[in-house]
């Protein structure tokens, strides 16, 4: 089959591997769109710590089931996973690419997103740029029929949103800000209006703040124009929740500037460097820090969503191309050459 393979930074290659055997508990998927994660354009840069080259990446997709495994009489799932009901080939399905243990702390708590044993479709194991993927059949989300391809394909992203929300307590009366406007924070911009809350962005790229305007955001602005507030926006100028989703040290400094007092920050960007906390920020303003990782529960929430149109995706328009022109569009992505939110590859 082909896939799309990543074999050191910055070299990427579309050439023929061995298609995936069949696992008892697994299902055989032909993914039909796929897309570029910010993880997977970290994996093509040399910044994702996870990853162990060779890796064939992808792990937001739409896919058609085409084989089930047997039964995996062994396996145990954590609460908040679910095994989907009337699973057959020739269903559309997308899929929550964590693969936990199912026994560890995390897992039996319900967070299976936390597991420290979990593989991770796409980073730990083959992912779905290819023509064939396996993944565990618990992964599966059933998509409605209704529900556009190009639509489907960008569950993975939103649940993370939706995840974001929920670890914010976000709700009716919040003020967010939300910093970064790449795909997760503007699939937290999503989920938050969603929810009743009032939106703020702060991004630095032009394009970017006028697709946050488009999709609802109230004001957007650039992070120099926020040292002392937004002004009267907001608790005396200052959000309830701030969202990092930008994935730098300096931006979680500026998110804990910028919350309110009892306030909440969720940090949902990932580096590898030390995080460092401002101690009279934090004790002073009696904050609350909070971790989002991945998603827990929230694939199939979002997936519920989407078929109801209870998101409006509004300009969030893709670019599909085609599987083969994958290594360039990585290229272009990592370059800052495409002004566009997110790139589908279609198998």
């Not at 993880?39 to 739409?62: C, K, M, N, W």
């Not at 044993?117 to 059933?142: E, N, S, W, Y």
Request: glycine residues 12%.
């Amino acid at each position: 089959m082909r896939s799309l393979v990543i074999h050191r930074p910055f070299q990427a290659s579309v050439e023929e591997v061995a298609t995936p055997r069949m696992e008892a508990g697994w299902a055989l998927l032909r993914p039909i769109l796929t897309g570029i994660c910010g993880s997977d354009l970290h994996a093509y840069s040399g910044h994702q710590p996870f990853v162990r080259y060779p890796v064939i990446p992808g792990h937001e997709t739409v896919a058609t089931v085409v084989e089930i495994g047997e039964p995996d009489i062994a396996g145990s799932l954590p609460p908040n996973r679910w095994s989907p009901g009337g699973l057959r080939p020739g269903l559309r399905v997308t899929l929550d690419p964590a693969v936990p243990c199912g026994r560890c702390y995390s897992c039996r708590m319900g967070r299976y997103n936390a597991c420290a044993k979990q593989q991770v479709i796409g980073v730990h194991k083959p992912g779905a740029m290819a023509d064939f993927v396996l993944a565990r059949t618990d992964c599966l989300c059933i998509v409605p029929d209704h529900v556009p391809d190009s639509v489907a394909a960008l569950t993975e992203p939103l649940s993370i949103g939706r995840q974001a929300c929920e670890r914010g307590r976000i709700g009716a009366g919040d003020w967010v800000g939300i910093l970064g406007a790449g795909m997760v924070g503007l699939s937290v911009l999503l989920q938050a209006r969603a929810r009743g809350a009032r939106c703020a962005v702060v991004e630095p790229v032009e394009w970017r703040r006028i697709l946050a305007r488009d999709l609802g955001a109230e004001i957007t602005v650039t992070p120099e124009a926020v040292a002392d507030g937004l002004g009267d926006w907001g608790e005396d100028g200052h959000p309830t929740v701030v969202v990092e989703a930008a994935g730098r040290p300096e931006t979680l400094a500026l998110a804990l500037n910028l919350v309110s007092s009892c306030g909440r920050v969720v940090v949902l960007g990932f580096w590898p460097d030390e995080i460092r906390v401002p101690g009279p920020v934090v004790v002073g303003k009696e904050v609350n820090v909070v971790g989002s990782r991945l998603h827990c529960g929230t694939i199939q929430k979002t997936v519920a969503q989407l078929a109801a149109g209870a998101l409006d995706l509004g300009p969030l328009e893709p670019a599909i191309v085609p599987l083969v022109e994958g290594p360039e569009a990585f290229e272009a992505l990592s370059r800052g050459e495409l002004e566009v939110s997110k790139v589908l590859l279609r198998a």
